[in-house]
Every structure is written in C-alpha cells, then in structure tokens.
C-alpha cells in the first residue's frame, strides 16, 4: 500500500506561484508512474500533468502547458508541481496519484483517474482575481 500526502497549497493572487509536494512512503517510487489531477469546484476531477517512472517524460493538460512543470526526485520519495502564472481557474483541489510502471521503461503516462491505484488526501489551491 503506497501512502502519498500532498503539501504547498495554498491561497495565492492571480500571477503568482505555488509549489505542491507529494511525498511517497513507498521507497521505491522510481517503480511508480506518478500523476496530479485537480478538481474545480462544482467539476468532475480531470488531468493535469504526469510523469514517467524514470521522470524521462513528462505530460500536461493544454490549459496549464508553459505554467505548470512536473518533476520528481525518486530519492526523496517525492513529486512535485511548480504551478506559475496561475490564474483563477486554476482554483481547485489538487491531487497526486501513482500506479506501477509496466517496466523500468515504460513511458506512458496515464490520464484517466481509473488508471491509478493510489491517491493522496488532497490539497487546496486557491487563485484569487
């Protein structure tokens, strides 16, 4: 069982820049392809970046491409997400999530929730106008 908790939101004005944490208990996370969903208020919860095992390759939803970076150091056990620029819509929950790799190269990064096993608690970001 992989117990992730998710750190760094917050409330932030229009333009500004929040960095979101994920810390793994699994000490083998570099097995793990890891995941950030959000989900907006009153919305369904949806994709927002990804990256692979090995962090070779990373992915985003077009909405944040160019603010948002998605990183990871596998010896810390922990993902992150710089979110710049960020803007009112950007307001949601944030999530991050894992599932196992296919193998040391898979490099495929999942966009559907279904497609992880695992989930952090949540944590709120806030963009005011």
């Known amino acids: 069982q992989v117990q992730l908790v998710e750190s760094g939101g917050g409330l932030v004005q229009a333009g500004g820049s929040l960095r979101l944490s994920c810390v793994a208990s699994?000490?083998?996370?570099?097995?793990?392809?890891m995941g950030w969903f959000r989900q907006p208020p009153g919305k369904e919860r949806g994709f927002v970046a990804g990256?692979?095992?090995?962090?070779?390759?990373?992915r985003y939803v077009d909405s944040v491409k160019g603010r948002f970076t998605v990183s990871r150091d596998n010896a810390k056990n922990t993902v992150y997400l710089q979110m710049n620029s960020l803007k009112p819509e950007d307001t949601a929950v944030y999530y991050c999530?894992?599932?196992?790799?296919?193998?040391?190269?898979?490099?495929?990064?999942?966009?559907?929730?279904?497609?992880?096993?695992?989930w952090g608690q949540g944590s709120q970001v806030t963009v005011s106008s």
């Open positions: 990256i692979t095992s090995r962090g070779g390759t990373t």
């Open positions: 699994e000490r083998t996370l570099s097995a793990y392809v």
């Open positions: 999530a894992a599932r196992p790799a296919r193998s040391y190269s898979d490099s495929t990064i999942y966009t559907e929730g279904s497609e992880y096993n695992y």
